[in-house]
């Protein structure tokens, strides 16, 4: 059964780059693409962006290119850099399995988050 | 439009059949698949495609599309389903993919 580990640094100053990287175990990445989503307190999901096996990546245009997403699969991690962060950036950040071909398109295994704050 | 709108709120009495619902223009194209969130938990997926369920979601739970509204259906609510529920799906180009605003469910 595949399983994400995730982690990162949960305390950031504005301006700094958030870094968050997730493990994959039990599985392989061909086939799929890696997602990351985030959850500020108190709110809903937001879709960030992801990448798949090829290194193909897709991002949310509402963060104005400061989301990278990227692959390292002799480690079988992925990750994710936000850069200028602000305090709108404080949310639990997760990693998921994304499926999707055709019409179809879902996250079936997800990283259990983890809470990021930024704050000077 | 690229959004996908859903009723912040929807209760329900137990044991009674309750059915939140998904709309987008992206969705006249797109299957919606339908996360399950409680609180401080990550979301967990319980409809996926047409109206497929992963292993281990009991059968209460079904999915169905119409137009441009794609609806996640809960046949004898159980105190249990008690949660946030989100539909995920593409935008309108197709290029991206987003979340729906989410429903908190109350079950009375």
């Known amino acids: 059964q595949v399983q994400l580990q995730q982690w990162g640094a949960g305390l950031l100053k504005p301006s700094e780059t958030l870094s968050l990287t997730c493990t994959v175990y039990?599985?392989?990445?061909?086939?799929?693409?890696w997602s990351w989503i985030r959850q500020p307190p108190g709110k809903g999901l937001e879709w960030i962006g992801d990448i798949n096996h090829r290194g193909s990546t897709d991002y949310n245009p509402s963060l104005k290119s400061r989301a990278t997403t990227s692959l390292d699969t002799s480690k079988n991690q992925f990750s994710l850099r936000l850069n200028s962060v602000t305090a709108a950036d404080t949310a639990v950040y997760y990693c998921?399995?994304?499926?999707?071909?055709?019409?179809?398109?879902?996250?079936?295994?997800w990283g259990r988050g983890t809470t990021v704050t930024i704050s000077s | 439009s690229s959004e996908l709108t859903q009723d912040p709120a929807v209760s329900v009495a137990l044991g009674q059949t309750v059915r939140i619902t998904c709309q987008g223009d992206?969705?006249?194209?797109?299957?919606a698949s339908w996360y399950q969130q409680k609180p401080g938990q990550a979301p967990v997926l319980v409809i996926y495609?047409?109206?497929s369920r992963p292993s281990g979601i009991p059968d209460r739970f079904s999915g169905s599309g119409s137009g441009n509204t794609a609806s996640l259906t809960i046949t004898g609510t159980q105190a249990e389903d008690e949660a946030d529920y989100y539909c995920?799906?593409?935008?309108?180009?197709?290029?991206?993919?987003?979340f729906g605003g989410g429903t908190k469910l109350t079950v009375l």
């Open positions: 995920y799906s593409r935008d309108s180009s197709g290029n991206h993919r987003l």
């Open positions: 992206s969705l006249r194209r797109y299957y």
């Open positions: 998921a399995r994304t499926t999707t071909f055709g019409v179809v398109v879902y996250m079936d295994v």
């Open positions: 039990g599985g392989s990445f061909t086939g799929y693409f």
């Open positions: 495609d047409k109206n």
